[in-house]
């Protein structure tokens, strides 16, 4: 054993092997000895439970690995096969070409961010996306914040704290990452006052409900569940009304938000944000990377002397949104205000794709991934996901891999680079083309192949 350990090389020495050189270089000095040392001690704990010392090449490999890992970033580009169009844990919305131009402008240098050239002086980054978004939806006003969940915070907060706001029971929903409602009312010093039942709301049980106290009437979309059977809930109209009766702002928090009609896809028709102004709302909150498609955002829109007293609070410091973001939001509204937001938005876009081009695609990947395994086309569902139109799906073509362990090809797939990230049902791995870029599919199947062997 003594022998063996004292086979090892010192540090200097297999900093000399070529290929770690060359990541010093390239790198960092400092962390290939770090890597070299941690190389150096795995082997001599491996020693010391009774293994030959490895020869220098392996050692150097063993450092070059090391130092990979370090440098690696935790945050990586994955290709999304699941056929969930915004899924969460994938990043949500994917951009446009051009939002991500816009974005990478942003970021490369300065900007009037909260410049005004006119005057040449200070000015406001709200002003920025807001005259779009007012076109867009005929808005007085419009406010972008870092998400929705910090819109719906702030809207509260500043309109109702230490006051009532009422809301459906219905409508006390959880969205992923613990987001409650009535936890986002308490936070913002709000009491919660819910009324109504789980399935059934009049506008009686609003009306009774209505006092000194009361602040503002809310409306929460369902987000990711839906409610059937014999169920009521007070259209956004009626809340209007018994809001201009009662004098009350009624605030509406549309989760995804939409400027386009689904609709027209084949799927439920989700409420969109023009409907809500044009019912009447105070104010309407959405996310910018749900169904709108662009960068992560919380979009507020309605009145303008509601917003005059959410631009004033300090909350909306806390809550602000980068410039990179307000650029990238600003293109991907502009492929609305062009009316071509179908081609040029990929949620959209994957969301219209139609099941023939889709079997295309999937019989070119099964031929391609035929020699590798026992690969089939089959009918399936992709979803839209993000909160919107729970339980709706859009009929897609699959790739079914069978394989005798579906779990172990799934994590191969999930660990290398660019990771992937599919399906599993019974023994089949399913991969949907409806949510891979074309760009990623040369990538894709030669993961797959490689996988496969
Ligand atoms: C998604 C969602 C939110 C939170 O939006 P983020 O942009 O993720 O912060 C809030 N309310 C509803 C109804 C939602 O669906």
Not at 59 to 68: D, F, G, K, Q
Not at 151 to 170: D, K, N, Q
Not at 271 to 300: N, R, W, Y
Request: charge should be neutral.
């Amino acid at each position: 054993m003594q022998k063996e350990l004292r086979k090892l090389p010192s540090v200097d020495k297999l900093l000399q092997e070529k290929a770690i050189q060359a990541l010093a270089e390239a790198h960092s000095h400092e962390l290939a000895v770090e890597a070299a040392r941690d190389a150096l001690e795995s082997a001599r704990q491996a020693i010391l439970e009774g293994s030959p010392c490895p020869p220098v090449s392996q050692l150097a490999t063993m450092t070059v690995t090391n130092l990979n890992r370090r440098l690696q970033p935790t945050l990586r580009p994955v290709i999304n096969a699941t056929g969930v169009i915004i899924h969460t844990n994938l990043g949500r919305a994917p951009l446009s070409k051009e939002t991500r131009a816009a974005m990478e402008k942003a970021a490369r240098g300065y900007s009037n961010l909260e410049y005004d050239l006119e005057a040449g002086k200070r000015g406001s980054r709200y002003v920025h996306a807001e005259e779009l978004l007012r076109q867009l939806t005929e808005a007085e006003a419009a406010l972008v914040v870092n998400n929705n969940a910090g819109a719906v915070l702030l809207m509260l907060t500043a309109l109702a704290h230490g006051r009532e706001a009422i809301i459906s029971r219905s409508q006390l929903i959880e969205i992923g990452g613990g987001f409650r409602i009535p936890d986002v009312m308490r936070q913002s010093g709000t009491r919660l006052v819910e009324v109504g039942t789980t399935n059934r709301t009049h506008r009686r049980d609003y009306e009774e409900a209505i006092g000194e106290e009361t602040a503002l009437l809310l409306r929460a979309h369902h987000s990711n569940f839906r409610i059937v059977g014999f169920t009521h809930e007070v259209p956004l109209v009626e809340l209007v009304e018994l809001g201009h009766k009662y004098t009350l702002p009624v605030i509406d928090d549309l989760g995804s938000g939409t400027l386009l009609d689904t609709a027209d896809y084949g799927l439920a028709h989700e409420p969109t944000i023009q409907e809500s102004i044009a019912a009447g709302a105070s104010l309407v909150s959405c996310s910018g990377d749900k169904l709108l498609g662009g960068p992560q955002a919380g979009i507020i829109l309605g009145q303008n002397d509601l917003m005059a007293q959410l631009r004033g609070h300090p909350l909306t410091r806390a809550l602000r949104v980068d410039k990179t973001t307000l650029a990238g939001l600003q293109a991907t509204l502009v492929h609305y205000l062009e009316g071509r937001a179908p081609e040029k938005v990929p949620v959209w876009r994957m969301m219209a794709m139609s099941v023939e081009a889709i079997e295309e695609r999937a019989q070119a990947w099964a031929s391609l991934l035929a020699e590798a395994g026992k690969v089939s086309v089959v009918d399936g569902r992709s979803t839209v996901g993000g909160g919107s139109l729970p339980g709706e799906t859009l009929p897609t073509k699959l790739v079914a891999i069978q394989v005798p362990s579906p779990d172990d090809l799934a994590r191969r797939l999930r660990l290398g680079q660019p990771a992937v990230v599919g399906r599993i049902e019974g023994n089949r791995f399913l991969l949907d083309p409806r949510t891979v870029m074309p760009e990623q599919e040369g990538t894709l199947l030669e993961r797959v192949k490689l996988a496969l062997i």
